[in-house]
């Protein structure tokens, strides 16, 4: 009977399924890792180490291309939905709960519940007829797609600084004659920059990783890294899809570091 | 002093609005508008090549639950589409109650931890959740494929003698779901747990409680919200699911999210797509509701 508090926190069988899990929650990742520095093109029979599918990749000037095109989206759509989230952010908190807030809210985080094909499906119809009636082909269709949907990451992080920030420092402000433009400048923006950084951060993995969406709306050769991999996926030799997997798989993992010290240091 | 701040708020409201508009119209232009639309595309002519004829019909919505035979025009149910639309609710069911099965343990083993611990594991769940979702389907893909690690291991071990023929079935789709939502279930339970007070378990089996059921009637139902919003956050981007079962599911087995993509390329029948996604698009809504309804239930228990 007296271990009764040890098993408080060890219900049987529970350390087991969880080791597990973290085991297979990582084994596949680390295989395509490790098979992407493979000298053959077996994915399970490792045939000596070589760096040489990087290079090969890079010469590929269809790779070449996606990378450049998914850098522009990425960045353009994540900026962009930073901006306007943190305006929404700036709207939709520190005061009353209104009806009107909550659909604000609700139409903010509507990308997030929709699921992305349905969305994909919706934009398809909607820019194939501008398509259309304008004749522009561009990545603006995308870039517009992409900020739309980056928003909600955009927003959350940001709406968590500013919920968890002080008031009466705005008010001090306008006490001391700041005008309001000289308020935000000088102590709303340093004070939410922290989370606009973050949701930045979030918005632009989000943007680089999306495949549904940019499938649907983009026009032909218009292909972004995700959307070139899909394609390249059922072939039997796919050595060169696992090199560039590894390296977006290393740029998530250094935003999201980054993103965590940066939200930690909060706290 | 009180009507100086009740202007006071009335501005900020009303600047409130002027800067929520931004976001407000590109959310229009990229995601809500277009959902109006594609409602109204599900009630046009299918056009030849694609696209639509603007012309009123319901044959979209009809055509989703019954076919007319072509020779003698009698009706029957639309199996093929109702077979897709079952495939797909039965494998984010079994995704979601798998996510659960072993969600629940990992969870379990996160929050009860060292606070230092805590965090590296925390972090080693989140990772994989930002990770791109296509990265880690193909992961699974070269796992499972017939030439893949897991085939050529045993193969090697002589468990086998031919390889299994895992890749391009339900199965595979439902392995690689499990796979890829995993986090999505472990982190609210996780959420859930950590404000757990495990006195109260202590307290379960002072009063000599057996081991189930502190598990049944103590610490199920106080994590029950981390339990629907797991499930729920789960469930919706399976049912929806596109980039899995394209990579690891057989091109027959399609889920709705393929079938309704084969709509708008080979099958050239707008109106059918743009009416399945408003169907995917309701269910999803139902399950929302029952979320609400059954996390504000929750909330007033405690």
Sequence with gaps: MFNR????SRLPGFTTIAILVFVMLYLPIAMLVVFSFNSGTSVAIWEGFTLEWYPRAWANEQVKDATIR???IASTASVIATIVATMAALATTRRKQTRGQTFVYILINQPLMVPEIVTAVALLIFFASIKVATGYQGLGYLITAHAAFCIPFAYLPIRARLEGMDLTLETAAADLYATPWQTFRYVTLPLVMPGAIAGLMLAFVTSLDDVVITLFVKSAGQDTLPT?????IRRAVTTEVNAISTLLLGLTVIMLTAFFLLTRKRN | MSTDSDRLERQRNRNGWLLSTPALVLLAFGATGPLLIMFVYSFLEPGKYGNVIWEFSTKAWFNVFVQRDIFDGTLSPADAHLTILWRSVKLSLMTTIFTFIVGFPTAWF??????RMRTLLLFLITIPFWTNLLIRTFAINQIIRNEGLLNTLLLKLGIINEPLLIIYSDFAVFIGMTYVYLPLMVLPLFASIDRFDMRLVEAGYDLYASRWQVLKRVIVPIVKPGIISGSILVFIPSLGAYVTPRILGGG????????????????????LGAALSVILLLIVAVALVVYVRFANRGDSNV
Excluded: K
């Design chain 1, 70 to 72: 998914s850098l522009i």
């Design chain 1, 228 to 232: 070139y991999m899909l394609a390249q």
């Design chain 2, 252 to 271: 027959r087995n399609m889920m709705i999210g393929n079938f309704i993509e084969l709509q708008f390329g080979q099958g050239r029948n707008w109106p």
């Design chain 1, 5 to 8: 508090s040890f098993s408080i």
């Design chain 2, 110 to 115: 996160i929050a009860t931890r060292p606070p």
